[in-house]
């Protein structure tokens, strides 16, 4: 039996060490007054926490209600379905979409790559070019 996070071997060596601190002839009293204590405060607590159990089972039955309106007005308009089609048909649109966009990212890297490509091809050629003997330096 907990109380409070204390269990029973720690109640009793509370009690124990309230009796040897006290003293056997106060101890009955102070015990008394600790009851009261307890009693008063177990009541507030149980006052309080039906006071939220209340709020909590309004709560809830309101979402309920609201809940059952809700289905009700989907299956009664075809709303619920037509809200469905909706959704699926916008995800469609958006897969093509984002596949489109991975196909034109796609393309542009590889336009990327091939202008890369010439660009060294070329910077590559001028450079041997530049490093050849030329013809008029040869012939004299």
Do not use: H
């Amino acid at each position: 039996m907990n109380i409070f996070g204390v269990g029973a071997s720690e109640a009793l060596l509370v009690l124990v060490l309230a009796l040897i601190v006290v003293g056997p002839q106060r101890f009955p009293e102070i015990a008394r007054q600790s009851g009261r204590w307890f009693k008063l405060a177990r009541g507030y607590t149980d006052e309080v926490m039906k006071d939220v159990r209340s709020a909590v089972d309004e709560i809830e039955q309101e979402i309920n209600v609201e809940a059952s309106d809700l289905r009700s007005l989907g299956d009664v308009s075809g709303i619920g379905s037509e809200l469905r089609s909706i959704r699926e048909d916008v995800e469609s649109v958006t897969k093509e979409a984002a596949t489109e966009a991975e196909t034109a990212v796609s393309s542009a890297e590889q336009s990327a790559n091939e202008t890369r490509a010439t660009t060294t091809i070329e910077s590559t050629d001028a450079s041997e070019s530049s490093l050849r003997p030329s013809k008029c330096s040869q012939d004299s």
